[in-house]
């Protein structure tokens, strides 16, 4: 069990094998620093600020150390010479090249849900028969909140078919845990939202494949739209998230890329993120509804082109490489996926992404603790020890995309090594030889 310290503490730190990673609760964000720092911040409850520079005088000048805590004086890090968090206990850190903990897990909460979209990796319909129980969820919760990780994204399935939901995100909120949520909306009544508005939820983000009704419901495989769209006004209107959207990008939705941005701007959605079907689940079995790489990535770029005329943000998350730096508190090749964020399934399997759930396990929570499974799971060795490729390394764009997505490659072409398989760059690129 997590103390209220960790739990209301307005920073708490982990130490890292670079030095520390610490949670602004205020602002839901993870800051690593080095381990100099690390050294200051733990040192500052026991000495005074003359105390700590003596000893790191050959290290640092007087005016670079001032400099510092006047920084982290300035965003309430430090208070009269003193860090005003608290360092998680641990060891880990000693014997580890990767993160002590996740920074954030995808619970998948159910695999149930009320639509049956073509393109669903989840394969989500029928609830599975051994779904996590509300005790073991809570268990998980405490595990997360002792480990550091203070972020909980529920997914599914639809989460609000899930009867207890809402005492799963309580129970994260008491251990001081942000949740943000993955839905249809389509049962996002007036009560439901009502009841997100008295919980700490960070983001709602809304599933919409299409604008238009007719495309909609041949996508979601029911006349569902004029549910979504009254759970958006819902959740806008009442939830007190906020709210975005989520597009994946397929052969049936191509010409609904303009109108979905007219949708998020009709309703007051100022962000819409656009991805790309992956083979996995029911898209595999549908497969004249994937894109190749050159249509994903003229969708992508039409997408982007929109965005900068209009007044919602347009984030295309699928784009290889990224279109923007992404900060990174790992080395070595891969992305997120088993080096920052971890999947749990519905029946308590780990692993890097919901899309190798089953290719690349780490094993499962009913079995072992996270914590151990992050640290010894398979399918997290073969990730964070992939060697890559010199087409990727050689790529000006390596610092910041690292080969792409791990998990979408491995989905789609059954390699952890090569170049991601939307990467137009590492396509057109001749061997070395």
């Known amino acids: 069990m997590v103390g209220a310290e960790v739990a209301l503490a307005p920073f708490v730190a982990r130490r890292e094998y670079f030095g520390c990673l610490i949670y602004d609760r205020a602002h839901s964000d993870y800051i690593p620093f080095d381990q100099d720092a690390t050294e200051i911040f733990l040192r500052s409850q026991t ?42 206990e641990s060891t880990s850190h000693e014997r580890l090249k990767h993160l002590s903990a996740p920074t954030m897990v995808y619970l998948q909460l159910t695999r149930y849900c009320n639509l049956a979209c073509k393109h669903c990796w989840a394969e989500a319909g029928v609830a599975r028969p051994r779904e996590l129980t509300i005790l073991e969820v809570r268990d998980l919760i405490d595990q997360l909140a002792a480990m550091g990780t203070f972020k909980l994204r529920l997914g599914g399935g639809e989460p609000l078919g899930r009867g207890d939901w809402a005492d799963i995100v309580a129970h994260a909120n008491s251990r001081g845990i942000r949740v943000s949520l993955s839905t249809n909306a389509t049962m996002a009544t007036k009560a439901v939202a009502e009841r997100l508005a008295e919980l700490d939820i960070e983001s709602i983000k809304v599933s919409l494949e299409a604008g238009s009704e007719k495309s909609y419901d041949y996508i979601r495989g029911d006349r569902a739209y004029r549910k979504a769209i009254r759970g958006i006004k819902n959740l806008i209107e009442l939830s007190k998230a906020s709210v975005y959207f989520h597009v994946v990008l397929q052969k049936d939705n191509l010409t609904e890329i303009p109108s979905l941005v007219k949708t998020a701007e009709k309703h007051g959605v100022s962000r819409i993120v656009f991805d790309v079907a992956v ?3 029911r898209a595999k079995e549908n497969p004249r509804i994937l894109l190749t790489p050159d249509e994903a990535s003229s969708a992508l770029d039409l997408a982007r082109r929109i965005g900068e005329t209009s007044r919602v943000e347009v984030e295309v998350a699928a784009r290889v490489p990224p279109p923007y730096q992404k900060k990174r508190v790992f080395e070595g090749f891969g992305c997120e996926c088993g080096h920052v964020h971890c999947h749990i399934s519905s029946e308590g399997i780990v692993s890097a992404g919901g899309f190798v759930s089953h290719l690349l396990p780490a094993g499962s929570i009913r079995e072992k603790p996270l914590a151990d499974l992050w640290e010894n799971g398979q399918g997290f060795k073969l990730l964070r020890g992939n060697p890559g490729n010199n087409i990727c390394k050689r790529c000006n764009y390596y610092r910041s995309c690292r080969g792409g997505c791990r998990t979408r490659t491995y989905a789609t072409i059954a390699a952890l090594t090569e170049p991601d ?9 001749p061997p070395a030889g």
């Open 47 to 88: 000495q005074t600020l003359d105390e700590i520079y003596r000893d790191l005088s050959e290290k640092v000048t007087r005016q670079s150390f001032d400099q510092f805590i006047q920084l982290c004086s300035s965003i309430e890090l430090m208070k009269n010479g003193t860090f005003q968090g608290t360092f998680i």
């Open 279 to 281: 083979p996995v689940g």
């Open 421 to 429: 398989p939307l990467c137009l760059i590492a396509r057109d690129t």
